[in-house]
């Protein structure tokens, strides 16, 4: 059986552990195509903050408390870059994370792409996943917000960590979208996967510029396996982060429903087939998508993969 | 009274220490022109050990007892580049230290001159003296010598610090030299100088280098001020560090008579007009110059700077 994820950060990661645990069981393989839009250049080093989570998570080297980063991480570069104030000193730039952006960086700089980079990063995490970036080619997510200091765009980054989202915003851009090109890979996998599950990652600012990469939605939406969507959100809030603020900017609802709506059926044009939402949420709707309840507090790696277990049942019924 | 002064990394760090205390005294200004030979780039960011050696030492911030990079350094970065398998190993980069390269790596990948690098490096360093480095063009040491893996060229770095410079070697090559330009700064202030000291530092790896850069010696040799050496070497050893086997590779005697004749008399073609000998070479001689002994032991800032203070009294004697 071979299982295609759609994942973000670090909510696509503490799903993609359930993957891994479930696949084990039933002897799946896994590939994971990634969000590349929260990517930037910081200090010179070029940062892939979802590519990270995944690879440190299912590496078993992620910071369990924080969500990002490394565990047991320092802080000494980042401190001694302030100390010479050099921007951005509001990002969080552990030191052993940057070993990781060093490496990438060189790897960059001597002409391999990304997707080259990643494997070979992974070659010491181990994670388990074939992860691939949703592009090798640059796709960057940028806020068109009103910054105080009189900008009108923003990379995401800087509007999600430096602004904690609380600039007015009024949508989002995934920069170079137009021209990128799926990472080698992606469309293999789409179009021989037995399964494609939609993480339950930030659907405006992780899921849309996977999608927003050309050729991408065509191959998901042509793909013979069921797409079944996993709900970020819970009870009317996100599970984690900040989806409640990325969902306001493009006008749906931070609901179960509105996550559901807002990736829409095949069948009409969207993407999903079916759709997992929180037991809490039972009995909500999408028209044109089979939907079901199971609970998704995705609070350890049994729960995960008994949450996986449930979405892969769940395609199954509707196949 | 403005002095300049030729420098190596450690050895030209903690001379410059005494002459700055020296400076101090009596009232002087002090441009210290910086060998870049042993500049190098290593995991994507480039290294200016020498500069950084002077940059740390003045600053109050370099080790008192490594002698290089910063006091209280951690390692963080380096053991996680390992941990990837990323190359060199053999390098030592401390987190701390890796901040400054950082900001210089970007500062030269948007541009800016080495020299316009340093002195916003300087800015945070205050170290009391106009750093200029020999050159803003790449001017790299390297050894033509038979390695264990058969190349047969190495960058001096290598050379120093992973093979302990214990493989045969033939000579010394300034990679880039024919091409490089005094960075600005250099030739006006050598011109304008009142006194020229050449540092202890190692005459074939970090005085030499400086002194390959087109035009600059013959700015020195064109200098209306006397110019001064200090010997690096007392009682046929070495002050610090390894001049020996550099002297060796350029078939030269380790002593202070040596190194004096490799420098020779500015009246016949070398670069100096007086030097400077440990008591316990009193009695060298070196044809065309005048040759005074005082101690040379930088054990303090006090005894470095009386030290100072006799090369400029043999400097007043000479004219």
Redesign the interface.
């Known amino acids: 059986m071979r299982i295609v994820v759609l994942a973000g950060g670090i909510g696509g990661a503490r799903f993609l552990l359930g993957v891994r645990a479930h696949a084990a069981e039933v002897g799946a393989d896994i590939t994971a195509v990634v969000n590349v839009g929260d990517d930037a250049w910081m ?3 070029r940062i892939c903050p979802d590519l990270d989570s995944v690879m440190y998570t299912l590496g078993g080297a992620a910071d369990p408390e924080r969500g990002w980063g490394r565990a047991g991480e ?1 802080w ?2 980042k401190s ?2 302030a ?4 921007e951005p000193t509001w990002f969080g730039l552990g ?2 994370d ?3 952006h ?2 990438r ?2 790897m960059l ?1 001597a002409g391999y792409p990304l997707s080259a980079v990643t494997e070979a ?1 992974c070659a ?1 995490w181990q994670p388990g996943v074939r992860l691939l970036p949703a592009t090798d080619d640059r796709l960057e997510t940028h806020a068109v917000a009103e910054l105080p200091d009189g900008r009108r765009a923003v990379h995401f980054q800087e509007w999600w960590v430096r602004y904690r989202a609380e600039v007015p915003t009024e949508r989002f851009v995934f920069v170079g979208a137009e021209s990128a090109k799926p990472a080698p890979g992606v469309l293999d996998a789409l179009a021989g996967a037995d399964l494609v599950l939609v993480a339950p990652s930030n659907p405006v600012v992780s899921i849309a510029p996977i999608l927003a990469v050309p050729g991408l939605r065509d191959a998901l939406t042509a793909a013979a396996a069921p797409v079944v969507g996993v709900s970020p959100i819970i009870g009317g809030a996100p599970v984690r982060g900040m989806a409640d603020k990325c969902l306001a900017v493009v006008g749906v609802p931070c609901t179960a429903e509105g996550v559901g709506g807002l990736y829409g059926a095949r069948a009409e044009g969207g993407i999903l087939d079916a759709y997992l939402v929180d037991s809490s949420d039972e009995g909500a709707r999408v028209p044109g998508l089979a939907v079901r309840a199971a609970p998704l507090w995705m609070t350890d790696e049994r729960a995960t993969a008994a949450m996986v277990a449930a979405a892969v049942d769940l395609a199954g019924a509707r196949g």
Chains 1, 2 share one sequence.
């Open positions: 200090h010179g080093v320092s000494t570069v001694e870059l100390a010479y104030g050099a030191d052993k940057l070993a990781t060093l490496v960086t060189r700089n990063l010491r």
